[in-house]
């Protein structure tokens, strides 16, 4: 019951931005969109979430279409430390829990 | 501290075997998750616990027994797992009722049945 999808793999040039797209077209009024990012074996690692507006943090920022049915994550100068698996999540609050949807991930690779 | 700690980081058993996975959060999260991510794949969801009680078991089976003794901890026992149960188990935490929590995942046990 995957809510979201993401290509499976993208390059980027270290230095250059790298936009990673997310298309999250059954999305409901309060669900919000989550980045995690997954470095090969490691835990998820937290990058950034919204509900309507763009957002923007030290790591990167989240582009979010009006109709919200897609967004984009933007790593604004890519290092190779980057490179790893990224997860688009639609988040579904219930009360006593919040629960992830993952989509399949994008693998990015930044090439030196 | 956004730290979640888990024990051990690897772990080898064989299918008769008895072993538990530990988890542990000092952020006074109140929710707690289990998942289990196969080579390649995302996260899959195996258990939460909310308030110390278990909310949801997404159809596992019953050789994963999951225990929260208290709102820092959470345990996986195991008992005569498969080969096919080989993963990572991943433990993640977060705040309950507001309407923006993150959960924080742990580095993960990295488990190998034989």
């Not at chain 1, 309060?30 to 980045?35: I, L, P, T």
């Not at chain 1, 919204?50 to 100068?77: F, V, Y």
């Not at chain 2, 080579?39 to 929260?68: D, H, T």
């Not at chain 2, 080989?86 to 990295?110: H, M, N």
Request: aromatic share 10%.
């Amino acid at each position: 019951d995957a809510k979201t999808t993401q290509p499976p793999s993208m390059d980027c040039a270290e230095g250059r931005a790298a936009n990673l797209p997310c298309n999250h077209s059954t999305i409901s009024g309060n669900e919000y969109v989550y980045w995690y990012r997954q470095i090969h074996s490691q835990g998820p690692q937290y990058i950034i979430h919204g509900l309507k507006n763009n957002e923007t943090n030290e790591m990167a920022s989240l582009i979010i279409t009006e109709d919200r049915k897609s967004s984009t994550l933007i790593l604004p100068h890519a290092t190779l430390r980057d490179t790893a698996v990224y997860y688009c999540i639609v988040r579904v609050a219930f009360r006593l829990r919040n629960q992830f949807y993952f989509g399949t991930g994008t693998s990015l690779t930044v090439i030196p | 501290d956004t730290e979640v700690t888990q024990t051990p980081k690897h772990l080898v058993m064989g299918m008769t075997n008895k072993k538990s996975l530990k988890c542990e959060q000092h952020m006074g999260h109140r929710a707690m998750y289990w998942y289990k991510q196969k080579a390649k794949k995302p996260p899959e969801l195996m258990f939460v616990y909310s308030y110390e009680k278990l909310s949801i078991n997404e159809s596992v089976p019953s050789r994963f027994s999951p225990e929260c003794p208290n709102s820092s901890l959470l345990n996986l026992h195991l008992h005569a797992l498969q080969p096919e149960d080989s993963a990572l188990y991943l433990c993640a935490s977060s705040q309950v009722g507001t309407k923006s929590d993150t959960q924080y995942f742990g580095p993960g046990t990295r488990l190998t049945v034989l």
